[in-house]
């Protein structure tokens, strides 16, 4: 079994990912490993309040990874790094990660005090096959983020296989995401294969008609997603801060709606050439202040009153944009609709996500405040796919290569 896109990559359109990312990818499945020891990085970067996990999404995400490398008799050692620590910060301890992954797993999971160095090295040692050890806080050495060729060594010499599992850091070159992977033979957990299996099929082999929607706080952020999107959907939908740029460049009073004004140019470009595929809001939630009480009206988005700001699409666009996905065989989602931080502004974020929660297309989410909306409203699962990975799944939407993933074996 392999990551299977370079079947697609050339004729659609696949030209911008260079060839480190169209080339299929080794997995797991193809490793031989009872008795070995294998490095896993693991996404283990999860919310915290105090010791207390908060979402421990990315713990369950890793599981079948781990179990597949355990049930193969491997000898499993995961590393991950958590929040950003300036040295060793306890706060920053993965140890309530170790607790909770040994509860999930149902056995126990030893955390060895440092990642490399004696003490690693002796917890390594002692593990038998079958077993699982997790390694403290891999950014506790600044090191890591430098992908310091001498700590990638230190982090590879305790195995004999890597497995890079962490999706939401593939698109940094750090030690354990990609200096190991020079060292080590390296191939990808089942995580990474399924990010790329959706992602990569919806940017490249989608069923159609191929929904986009784009929404969020920045325009200028996601340029690159709008242009690299706009060739390959059917529709794209416009929302959120994102969309006031576009209704400014039409010509419309946005009031103190989120503008980015050095993109109204680009907005403009965009309508001009891709219009007719855009779907931009006709009705807009406006208030003067964004607080939990705030007081909203709906108006017309092109009458947003000068001392107002809109902060959610209206009822009449949600309308409009919930045909349009009912009616998809692929969306494609990132960036809310609007503040769903706060209840008065939620419902365009929340409608869509029921949109896509009720449509019979292949519906994937990407992006972390995305993924989070969709959480809060007890939706991840009737999702074909949330990502875990924010910066990496746009990274991989705007066709870059994911350092973390291109160091793998190819397949
Ligand atoms: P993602 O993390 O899914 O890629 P972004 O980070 O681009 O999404 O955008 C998320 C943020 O956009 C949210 O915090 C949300 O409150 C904000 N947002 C959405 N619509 C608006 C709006 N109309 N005005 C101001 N902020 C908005
Ligand atoms: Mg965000």
């Known amino acids: 079994?392999?990551?299977?896109?370079?079947?697609?990559?050339?004729?659609?359109?696949?030209?911008?990912?260079?060839?480190?990312?169209?080339?299929?990818k080794k997995t797991v499945r193809d490793l031989q490993a009872r008795g070995k020891r294998v490095l896993v990085r693991c996404d283990f970067n999860v919310p915290l309040e105090g010791s207390t996990i908060t979402d421990d999404r990315r713990i369950?995400?890793?599981?079948?990874?781990?179990?597949?490398?355990?049930?193969?008799?491997?000898?499993?050692?995961?590393?991950?790094?958590?929040?950003?620590?300036?040295?060793?910060?306890?706060?920053?301890?993965?140890?309530?990660?170790a607790a909770r992954l040994g509860e999930l797993l149902g056995k126990p999971v030893n955390l060895a005090p440092d990642c490399v160095g004696p003490t690693a090295k002796a917890a390594v040692e002692a593990l038998g096959d079958g077993e699982v050890l997790l390694l403290e806080n891999v950014r506790f050495h600044p090191e890591e983020e430098k992908n310091d060729p001498v700590?990638?060594?230190?982090?590879?010499?305790?195995?004999?296989?890597?497995?890079?599992?962490?999706?939401?850091?593939?698109h940094r070159a750090h030690a354990s995401t990609e200096g190991v992977a020079h060292i080590l033979p390296g191939v990808s957990g089942f995580l990474i294969e399924k990010e790329l299996k959706y992602l990569g099929e919806?940017?490249?082999?989608?069923?159609?008609?191929?929904?986009?929607?784009?929404?969020?706080?920045?325009?200028?952020?996601?340029?690159?997603?709008?242009d690299e999107l706009l060739p390959k959907v059917d529709h794209l939908i416009i929302g959120g801060g994102m969309a006031f740029t576009f209704l400014k460049a039409k010509g419309y009073e946005i009031g103190k709606s989120?503008?980015?004004?050095s993109n109204?140019?680009?907005?403009?470009?965009?309508?001009?050439?891709?219009?007719?595929?855009?779907?931009?809001?006709?009705?807009?939630?406006?208030?003067?202040?964004?607080?939990?009480?705030?007081?909203?009206?709906?108006?017309?988005?092109?009458?947003i009153p000068a001392d107002h700001m809109g902060a959610d699409i209206g009822p009449a666009t949600?309308?409009?944009?919930?045909?349009?996905?009912?009616?998809?065989?692929?969306?494609?989602?990132?960036?809310?609709?609007?503040?769903?931080?706060?209840?008065?502004?939620?419902?365009?974020?929340?409608?869509?996500?029921?949109?896509?929660?009720?449509?019979?297309?292949?519906?994937?989410?990407?992006?972390?405040?995305?993924?989070?909306?969709?959480?809060?409203?007890?939706?991840?699962?009737?999702?074909?796919h949330?990502?875990?990975?924010?910066?990496?799944?746009?990274?991989?939407?705007?066709?870059?290569v994911l350092p973390g993933i291109a160091a793998l074996q190819d397949a």
Request: aromatic residues 8%; negative net charge.
């Open 318 to 384: 949600l309308a409009r944009f919930r045909e349009v996905i009912l009616a998809a065989k692929t969306v494609l989602w990132n960036g809310p609709m609007g503040v769903f931080e706060m209840t008065p502004f939620e419902a365009g974020t929340r409608g869509v996500a029921q949109a896509m929660a009720d449509s019979e297309a292949i519906t994937i989410v990407g992006g972390g405040d995305s993924a989070a909306a969709v959480d809060q409203f007890g939706l991840s699962d009737e999702m074909t």
């Open 202 to 226: 919806a940017l490249g082999n989608p069923g159609r008609p191929f929904v986009g929607i784009l929404g969020g706080a920045k325009v200028k952020d996601k340029i690159t997603v709008i």
């Open 1 to 24: 079994m392999f990551i299977f896109f370079a079947e697609f990559s050339a004729s659609l359109g696949f030209g911008k990912l260079n060839d480190a990312m169209a080339t299929p």
């Open 151 to 170: 700590f990638a060594a230190e982090l590879a010499a305790l195995a004999e296989l890597y497995v890079n599992d962490a999706f939401g850091t593939a």
């Open 264 to 303: 109204i140019e680009y907005a403009a470009k965009v309508l001009a050439e891709s219009g007719d595929k855009i779907l931009l809001p006709t009705d807009t939630v406006i208030t003067t202040e964004l607080t939990d009480t705030a007081t909203t009206q709906v108006v017309a988005s092109d009458a």
């Open 258 to 261: 989120l503008l980015d004004e």
């Open 60 to 97: 369950r995400e890793a599981l079948p990874t781990i179990r597949h490398l355990a049930e193969a008799g491997a000898r499993v050692i995961l590393c991950s790094h958590l929040g950003r620590p300036k040295g060793v910060t306890p706060e920053f301890s993965l140890a309530p990660v």
């Open 386 to 400: 949330v990502s875990t990975g924010g910066g990496a799944s746009l990274e991989f939407l705007e066709g870059k």
